[in-house]
């Protein structure tokens, strides 16, 4: 329940909502730039995947255990919102801790996908902008935090 003064948003307020329209997201976005499919499209444009349409992913990621808390409150024997041990950190915090890496390394794999596909000259619009905005990013969640 909603406490006065305290602002929710759609995330906090609908998990389950917000969960189903990113994994949607994710599959608009690379679903419609592997179709229709091959395996040599899925090759030469899955640095893109790696780079931009992860993220929607990621967050369905991030958000997973809220969108589903019964499920893994029942799997841990605690809730999801928990101190653990002797940190003071709740388990939903470690949860996004392990999850953000993953999303970075995705970027790099991407951007060096695309780097690797742009000297064998494929699909160079998707390629190069897989490269930018992998770089990009992964610029950005190193040193600013994202």
Same mark, same amino acid.
Not at 30 to 40: A, D, E, Q, T
Not at 86 to 95: A, F, L, S
């Given at each position: 329940?909603?406490? &006065?003064?305290? #602002?929710m948003d759609f995330e906090h307020a609908h998990p389950l909502a917000s969960f189903a329209f990113s994994l949607?997201?994710? &599959?608009?976005l #690379?679903?419609?730039?592997?179709?229709?499919?091959?395996?040599?499209r899925l090759g030469d444009r899955f640095p893109f995947v790696l780079t931009v349409a992860i993220f929607p992913l990621g967050y369905a990621m991030m958000i997973l255990p809220k969108a589903f808390r019964g499920l893994f409150e029942s799997l841990l024997g605690h809730s999801i919102y928990a101190l653990r041990f002797?940190?003071?950190?709740?388990?939903?915090?470690?949860?996004?801790?392990?999850i953000a890496p993953i999303i970075r390394w995705g970027l790099v794999l991407g951007a060096i996908g695309g780097m690797i596909n742009l000297v064998r000259g494929r699909d160079r619009i998707i390629n190069s902008l897989a490269v930018a905005v992998g770089l990009l990013?992964?610029?950005l969640a190193t040193h600013v935090g994202l």
């Open positions: 329940m909603q406490q &006065l003064g305290e #602002s949607l997201a994710f &599959l608009v #690379s679903g419609s730039v592997m179709r229709p499919f091959s395996w040599k002797e940190t003071d950190w709740q388990w939903i915090n470690r949860w996004e801790m392990v990013l992964y610029y």
